[in-house]
């Protein structure tokens, strides 16, 4: 049973730190939670859903791969659109997250009027899902998006550690003003962030369709990987990936505990955002996060 | 000429009027020294020729080419900016600093042999390259911010500074390593408070007070001239001796 729930809150964990990663990408370089990001993982599902059900009958890695690439093409047309000329003309990041919050507002109603409010399922990936160790039932889908997130993160840290542009990109996390003088055109570099950002997102997107359903409110989701990004500290990309693990693990055991005669699991979201409101409490840099620091 | 600088005038907001119809030239291969006190507009002309700040007015020619006020396209122009302070990124290693400085070249090759003529330079380096830079002293960390700018080979180098807050053993070694890479063939741009040294390495020089440029001549001219002694080399029995001009444009 404790083996079966473990399994369930890492793979849950595992989409949250796919999500919380591409906050936390935005977040270090242009100091400002992109809010918007909830709304192209519903796109990413969404494109799934057309390229699986209702347009094409695509089977699931061809369409998880062009999802992923449209959620990403998404986060790049949004960044040009609600925050480029915000960033050129140098706006606080207060303001760069009210034009996040508007096209997240817009984007949704866009999909309820189009689209509309039905919700959809996308193929299983697996026919038969569970399988048995012991007493415990496994779900094969769960192993699948822990290991698949597992191996997209990987792949983001090489790109960060051992590219040009992920240096330049871990460099503007600290100073983007030195890293535009050092010749990086900015633009194309906050372009890369979000092309980043949104195919996690959509990846994660994917995973929560195949697992739940979609539907235009699903981005709903984010705010939960956003509270395991501050967890871990906004802005660190070890952070958002250990935050967002550690918020899905708990958050699966809280679901089966029962203490006396109440199931927690009514509590699961009292739960999550109380961590949140203790930890901005007492450690508002989260476990990694960057400590202010006193620049000369 | 390798680089023009015509009547420029920059702001900060409408209030602050930095820099007024600075106009000064850099030929080829010298060590231009400007000297001028704090908020005398030095910096600004720094971040103005590298790009990074708009100019409201004014004209910047750079190898016969007028450049506009993007920096990627000056630093590939042939431009790099050694900025005051340093400004490494002190989450990134050594080795990772100096390739931000060679972001725009793909000549792999090249690069690292600049890197081995970034050793002839400071020796030191060679040992810290896995550091992270953050961890280094003041004068390494200078060091690699100076190494940091040469990596994109520039034909014009804006040094900002370079000496600040550094030991004193540390600033004669900072203008000998500036001696060095103008012989080694590159032009040099410095901008200094410490102007005895500036002064005394430099072919030519331009006082810069209130955003203006009040004096013009060779190091040795205005290491020589009265009212520069008396403003900033601190040589007391000229004290009477002000520089012309507190309107200066």
């Not at chain 2, 090759?109 to 330079?121: C, H, M, N, T």
């Amino acid at each position: 049973m404790i083996f079966q729930t473990i399994i369930t809150g890492l793979s849950i964990g595992s989409i949250y730190a796919l999500m919380a990663v591409g906050y936390s990408l935005v977040f270090s370089v242009l100091n400002f939670s992109n809010f918007a990001h909830g709304a192209v993982i519903t796109l990413g599902a969404y494109i799934a859903w057309a390229l699986m059900v209702s347009v094409f009958k695509m089977s699931f890695f061809p369409a998880l791969l062009l999802s992923m690439l449209g959620a990403g093409i998404i986060a790049f047309f949004v960044e040009r659109i609600a925050y480029s000329t915000l960033r050129h003309r140098r706006a606080p990041s207060l303001f760069l997250m009210i034009s996040a919050m508007g096209v997240a507002i817009a984007l949704q109603n866009v999909l309820y009027a189009t689209v509309g409010a039905n919700l959809y399922a996308l193929p299983p990936i697996f026919t038969q899902d569970t399988f048995s160790i012991g007493a415990a039932t496994i779900s094969r889908m769960d192993i699948f998006a822990f290991v698949f997130s597992v191996i997209a993160i990987a792949l983001l840290t090489i790109v960060l550690n051992y590219t040009k542009v992920g240096t330049a990109i871990r460099a503007a996390s600290y100073d983007s003003e030195m890293v535009s003088v050092l010749g990086v055109n900015l633009d194309v570099l906050v372009a890369v962030l979000f092309l980043l950002a949104g195919s996690l997102g959509g990846m994660a997107g994917v995973f929560m369709g195949i697992k739940y359903m979609v539907y235009p409110s699903m981005g709903w989701i984010t705010n939960k990987a956003y509270i395991g990004a501050v967890i871990g500290g906004l802005g660190s990309l070890p952070g958002a990936i250990v935050g967002g693990i550690l918020l899905g693990l708990l958050e699966s055991l809280v679901s089966v505990t029962v203490i006396g005669s109440v199931h927690l699991s009514t509590f699961r979201d009292v739960f999550s955002f109380g961590i949140l409101v203790l930890l901005l409490v007492f450690r508002p840099t989260g476990l990694f996060g960057r400590h202010v620091e006193e620049k000369l | 000429m390798l680089l023009r600088v015509e009547d420029l005038n920059v702001y900060y907001g409408e209030a602050v009027h930095a820099l007024r119809n600075v106009s000064f030239e850099v030929q080829e291969g010298e060590i231009l020294s400007i000297i001028g006190a704090n908020g005398a507009g030095k910096s600004t002309l720094m971040w103005t020729l590298i790009g990074q700040l708009k100019p409201r007015s004014g004209k910047i020619t750079f190898r016969g080419e007028v450049m506009k006020p993007v920096p990627h396209a000056v630093v590939s122009a042939g431009m790099a900016l050694v900025p005051e302070r340093r400004r490494l990124f002190p989450n990134l290693t050594v080795r990772e600093n100096l390739m931000m400085g060679a972001y725009l070249r793909g000549d792999r090759g090249a690069v690292q042999k600049d890197l081995e003529y970034i050793f002839s330079l400071f020796p030191i380096l060679k040992e810290r390259l896995n550091q992270y830079a953050g961890t280094l002293s003041g004068g390494q960390q200078q060091m690699v911010a100076t190494a940091r700018g040469l990596m994109s080979r520039p034909k014009l180098l804006l040094m900002d500074e370079p000496s600040l807050g550094l030991a004193p053993i540390l600033v004669n070694q900072i203008f000998e390593t500036i001696q060095e890479i103008s012989r080694q063939g590159t032009t040099i741009l410095l901008v200094e408070q410490n102007a005895k040294k500036s002064l005394a390495i430099a072919h030519r020089a331009y006082v810069l007070e209130v955003g203006c440029i009040v004096r013009t001549g060779t190091g040795q001219e205005l290491l020589n001239d009265p009212a520069v002694q008396a403003a900033y080399l601190g040589v007391s029995q000229h004290k009477e001796v002000i520089l012309e001009g507190k309107e200066p444009c």
